[in-house]
């Protein structure tokens, strides 16, 4: 029953893993849209956090998460056919990838890190059944990744803790690459292993070797992600001399810039108790009851202390978002109880799977689910009877320009602006770009009906008039062939 029951959760992740919902221009932009522009030469968008002065995003941690996969990805292709590799295919490749990183790296450490086998049994069920996993941990998100590594540090401190007769040197080892590749990743990383790995010192007072190892695989390791990172800020410089002047060193950057409360104003300021009066109950749900009808009992320290203290720790800076909890949930999931009342029970997973399952839709399948779509449907068309110079995005999330493909259109992210505003816009694009040979495209959700009067049947009578050409399910609406 519990296999058939685990084997249909994976189902349910993967065919959601396959969906085009776009829960936050982070998971393209801080990830798949710096490195398909590298390797396969898309046009792509650079944001803030890597243009500015002092760069605050790594790419080290991109590179073998999503460059290693393009890479291999490019030579496949490459032996099949003469024709370059569709952008879709990376798209649905990197999302194939998370969801393999998810079932095999996220559950395994979950076996690892629960030793009791009835309780393993439910901490993987419960993380598998959670949307949480079905939807955010199968996106590109820094945060996915670094649920992975804060869940197998985890794992490699309760290594080097339970071989007490040796120095657990390959543990160390690997938990020192660990923690550089998720320093490099996320500055939140430290928040999640900080109290966990004072579990350490006397381990280490007693091994000091083991010490050295770890500390020697963080330097080295510390030492490449840099060398990387400065080539790639500084590729006109020489590498040696940059090096030894001017470094990239991308965690000590976004540290310096996320202690600034006026940096995280313009990203939005939240009070301290956000993450724990919002974040997690949109996150955990049902599952918040078993903190108090369950109490925590006979359960691993380390995923416990980890979650608490990360939450914590992250409950001090001003700027919130439900993701930054991300590597808690596995760890908070996996030291639950159920209720001992089976009617209790019962109810309650009426409401676990309830919960799920509305998340699961929304956040999985509908949100800002066209965006993909519609980009993707651009970068395919070389004619369209005119020729679409520009495409206006209102109302929308920022979309992944590397969709486009090759194809020459300039896309201008015109986020919530006002309708009079959004008129002024279109104005301007007409009188820019617009003649008998060339158009201007507006995406916009089909529920923005103040756009609907610009769909003339007879465009004669106004300035000018749209054709609606492409509609995502009724979930985004497509519209273009503006005529002047």
Same mark, same amino acid.
């Given at each position: 029953?519990?296999?058939?029951?685990? @084997?249909?959760?994976?189902?349910?992740?993967?065919?959601?893993?396959?969906?085009?919902?776009?829960?936050? #221009? !982070?998971?393209?932009? +801080?990830?798949?849209?710096?490195?398909?522009?590298?390797?396969?030469?898309? #046009?792509?968008?650079?944001?803030?956090?890597?243009?500015s002065e002092k760069p605050v995003r790594s790419v080290s941690s991109l590179w073998p998460v999503y460059g290693l996969p393009m890479v291999v990805l490019h030579w496949i292709w490459s032996g099949i056919g003469p024709n370059e590799v569709p952008p879709q295919v990376v798209y649905y490749t990197l999302r194939a990838l998370m969801f393999i990183l998810s079932f095999v790296l996220e559950d395994w450490a979950i076996h690892e890190l629960v030793q009791s086998p009835p309780h393993r049994r439910l901490a993987v069920t419960l993380v598998a059944s959670s949307?949480?996993?079905?939807?955010?941990?199968?996106?590109?998100?820094?945060?996915?990744?670094?649920?992975?590594?804060?869940a197998w540090s985890l794992v490699m401190v309760q290594r080097v803790l339970d071989n007490k007769q040796r120095s657990s040197l390959r543990s160390s080892t690997v938990l020192g690459c660990l923690i550089t590749f998720g320093i490099f990743n996320r500055i939140t990383f430290p928040a999640y292993l900080l109290v966990p790995s004072l579990h350490l010192l006397p381990h280490f007072f007693r091994r000091p070797f083991s010490l050295l190892v770890l500390s020697t695989a963080i330097l080295l390791t510390t030492s490449l992600a840099i060398v990387i990172d400065t080539s790639f800020y500084h590729p006109d410089s020489p590498l040696l001399h940059t090096l030894l002047t001017n470094p990239t060193f991308t965690p000590l950057n976004s540290l310096l810039y996320n202690t600034q409360t006026s940096n995280l104003a313009t990203h939005g300021l939240h009070p301290h108790y956000q993450h724990l009066v919002a974040s997690l109950p949109l996150l955990l749900g049902p599952a918040l009851y078993l903190f108090f009808s369950a109490p925590i009992r006979n359960v691993p320290r380390l995923p416990v202390l980890s979650a608490i203290s990360g939450s914590l720790l992250l409950s001090c800076i001003p700027h919130q978002e439900p993701r930054f909890l991300l590597p808690a949930i596995p760890l908070l999931l996996s030291s639950l109880h159920l209720p001992r009342s089976k009617s209790l029970t019962k109810y309650w997973l009426a409401a676990w799977i309830g919960f799920n399952t509305l998340f699961g839709v929304l956040m999985g399948i509908y949100h800002q689910g066209g965006v993909i779509p519609a980009q993707t449907w651009l970068g395919q068309q070389s004619t369209l009877g005119v020729s679409m110079v520009e495409v @206006?995005?209102?109302?929308?999330?920022?979309?992944?320009?590397?969709?486009? !493909?090759?194809?020459?259109?300039?896309?201008? !992210?015109?986020?919530?602006? #006002?309708?009079?505003?959004? +008129?002024? +816009?279109?104005?301007?694009?007409?009188?820019?770009?617009?003649?008998?040979?060339?158009?201007?495209?507006?995406?916009?959700?089909?529920?923005?009906?103040?756009? !609907?009067?610009?769909?003339?049947?007879?465009?004669?009578?106004?300035?000018?008039?749209?054709?609606?050409?492409?509609?995502?399910?009724?979930?985004?609406?497509?519209?273009?062939?503006?005529?002047?």
């Open positions: 029953m519990w296999a058939r029951t685990y @084997l249909a959760l994976l189902v349910i992740r993967l065919y959601l893993a396959l969906q085009p919902s776009y829960i936050h #221009p !982070d998971e393209n932009f +801080q990830g798949p849209e710096v490195i398909a522009g590298k390797i396969f030469a898309f #046009p792509h968008h650079l944001t803030w956090e890597f243009t949307y949480v996993t079905w939807t955010y941990q199968t996106h590109t998100f820094s945060n996915s990744i670094e649920t992975l590594v804060v @206006l995005w209102w109302r929308t999330y920022s979309p992944p320009i590397w969709l486009l !493909d090759h194809n020459p259109i300039r896309t201008t !992210d015109l986020m919530g602006i #006002p309708f009079a505003s959004l +008129q002024m +816009q279109v104005e301007t694009a007409l009188g820019s770009d617009c003649n008998t040979n060339k158009s201007v495209g507006l995406v916009a959700p089909y529920s923005s009906l103040e756009i !609907d009067p610009w769909i003339a049947k007879s465009p004669e009578d106004q300035a000018f008039a749209f054709e609606e050409i492409w509609r995502k399910s009724g979930r985004e609406k497509r519209v273009g062939g503006l005529e002047d």
